[in-house]
């Protein structure tokens, strides 16, 4: 799968992009994040991007021409499955989303910032708009690794059995049972019995119960 990105900032993606799993990824060569710099498609020698809204009110509006420049260039070059634009009034983001999104080819990724993107790319380009949750942050470029982390994670081949995704809270619509390691007394505080009886039907069904009683308690809304 290929992800390009385009962002004012994208220092800000290196670093969560860049170890653990999906540097991985991206080094076993199943993952291909490309970032861009908005500005190389600026509307002048100043690298402007923005401009004053119309109508009045503070903060600045990213604009047409550089967004459509860059969107055309790269969709010249590749067919994307989905042109995302992550802004907070978009829709919340989820495994179910992240799995049907890690079976693409391609994504272009469109990171937002000021008081967003001029609703004519929104209306004429985006094919998806995601937000992470109902808080506001100060650009997508967070939001945008948040994204391409769980839907990289899923690409098959990316996790092995120890990463296993099939474990995971919400990919069974469970959140996930309790784990424990070495020591099995800590300060008298005991690991569960049944998960050093070695007895593995009893364990599955042990963590099944746990995760289910978990998902109750925490997230009864994950229950129909
Ligand atoms: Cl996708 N962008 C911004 N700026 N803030 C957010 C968000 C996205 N999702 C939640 N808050």
Redesign the pocket.
Known sequence: MRIDIISIIPELLESPLGHSIMKRAQSKGLLNVHVHQLRQWAVNEYGQVDDYQYGGGAGMVMMCEPLARAIDQLSAERSYNEIIY???D?QRFDQRTANRLSLSENLLIIC?HYKGIDQRIRDHYITLE????D???S??EL?AAVVTDAIGRLIPGVLNDETSALTDSFQDDLLAPPVYTRPADFRGWKVPEILLSGDLKKVEDWRYEQALQRTKDRRPDLID
């Not at 995601?130 to 949750?133: A, K, L, N, Y």
């Open positions: 992550m802004t907070p978009g937002g995601i937000s992470i949750g808080y506001v942050l650009g997508g939001a």
